[in-house]
């Protein structure tokens, strides 16, 4: 579903990802870790390209992200993001905010789009706040409404950085919750989080990333219980956040 191939990518003269190479397979949830300015950030959104590469090539389904003749917003509306900042339209409800770019971007009509999003805020377990504007939620529920909207677009992936990092603590599990009913359901998703009791329950593999550059790519088996086969820095992170 998605190939990243010898991705290299520079931010002015700062080399921010240094040939970065992985794949992702339809079903897959892969879960991205890695120290604070590795470039997880980074990576995720070069996948729809949002941040565009200088060297390398992004594949998603079939799609080419680096040839000139392909329709990245077309791409782009089949490829979900949830950031870490709930970006809801705070002057929308969530029922506008779930039906917005349906009708803007696939040309739907406002009673299918209007039925598509209240199905998938319904699979959050927010139909009861369809009328309310984000600022009546709580983070978490925003973050679920976020969810739910990325949903309500049919994405062939979705992609996740740190959704649940800007959350108070008691709010993590709801979101959590949603991701790994997700994952159950046989979405393909990459993650970048630290949420390692997500990563062992739900994720197939691991990429632990440092300094621009994927050091781990490996089961999350092999990942979480083989510690002795991992790299220095791999160890010393799972020390600090296990
Ligand atoms: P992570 O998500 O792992 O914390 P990021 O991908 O956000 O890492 O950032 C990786 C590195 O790139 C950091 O050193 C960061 O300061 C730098 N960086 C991120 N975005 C930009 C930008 N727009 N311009 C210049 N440097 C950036
Ligand atoms: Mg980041």
Known sequence: MIEIKNVSKWYGPFQVLTDCTTSIQKGEVVVVCGPSGSGKSTLIKTVNALEPIQ??????????????KTNLPK????VGMVFQHFELFP???VTDNLTLAQIKVLGRSKDDAKARGLKMLDRVGLMAHKDKFPGQLSGGQQQRVAIARALSMDPIVMLFDEPTSALDPEMVGEVLDVMVQLANE???MMCVTHEMGFARKVSNRVIFMDAGKIIEDCSKDEFFNNPDARSPRAKDFLAKIL
């Open 186 to 188: 046989g979405m393909t």
């Open 91 to 93: 002057h929308l409800s």
């Open 55 to 68: 060297a390398g090539d992004i594949v998603v389904d079939g799609t080419s992200l680096t040839d000139p």
């Open 75 to 78: 791409l782009r509306s089949r």
